[in-house]
């Protein structure tokens, strides 16, 4: 059974790094595998969208405002603030009044400034507004799988701001692969998900700019925030128009 599960390292890598979920032990990374890995971020989406949907449905008979708040608590649980912290870090550094160079020093610092506070704030309670005005649970499954592909061409596009980051080690990874992931969010939901793909890419170039022409762990992270949010508004649009 071990033997079967290591057949699966690379989903298990893939799992064991975006999310807080349990998987199993598979030991040392070994070089290249997190490159392999990033494929089956699309697959995680999958997975971390179906916690969501049953986050919403065990949560129904509650007020809107109520369950969208338990939902957001579950979202941010099951990745473990992993990307929200990136989307924090990113806002420190990419709206400081400082050359590119600075603000690679502010993305390596720990600690959060007013611009986090503010970004985070305004971000949540976006959020939660978003899952509350929700009409179908199907955009909550969705979301995290579209998010999660659109990282990978930014992830080939442009360069590491540091070689040795977590970020730099999933480059060049089979990404068409998880093109097969996502194939089914595409075909369903298509106006949400080529709208959601844009906004990555123009905040991955806005970004790159910002920090001398590459883009870092941390934008990684706040650009799966932005694709979520940006694919669950145009979902709520496209309905309503």
Wanted: hydrophobic share 55%; proline share 7%.
């Amino acid at each position: 059974m071990m033997h079967a599960m290591l057949r699966f390292r690379p989903f298990w890598l893939a799992l064991g790094f975006l999310t807080t979920l349990p998987v199993p032990d598979v030991g040392k990374v070994r070089p290249g595998e997190r490159r392999a890995a990033s494929a089956y971020y699309p697959l995680v989406g999958w997975v971390v969208g179906a916690v969501l949907a049953l986050a919403e449905f065990a949560t129904s008979g509650l007020s809107d405002g109520l369950a969208a708040a338990l939902v957001l608590a579950v979202w941010l649980g099951v990745t473990g603030m992993l990307h929200f912290d990136g989307l924090l870090d990113s806002a420190d550094a990419l709206l400081a009044p400082r050359p590119p160079r600075e603000r690679l020093q502010i993305l390596g610092d720990v600690h959060h400034g007013s611009f986090a506070l503010g970004t985070g704030m305004v971000f949540l309670i976006t959020k939660w507004q978003l899952v509350a005005s929700l009409h179908s649970s199907w955009t909550l499954l969705f979301a995290p799988v579209a998010a999660r592909f659109w990282v990978l061409p930014v992830l080939n596009a442009f360069p590491p701001t540091r070689p040795e980051g977590l970020g730099a080690t999933a480059r060049q990874g089979r990404w068409s692969l998880g093109a097969l992931f996502t194939l089914p969010v595409l075909l369903l939901a298509p106006v949400p998900f080529i709208v959601s793909g844009a906004a990555t890419f123009l905040l991955a170039t806005w970004a790159s700019r910002r920090l001398g022409g590459g883009l870092s762990g941390d934008v990684y992270g706040a650009l799966i925030e932005l694709a979520e949010v940006t694919f669950i508004f145009i979902s709520i649009l496209n309905i309503i128009v």
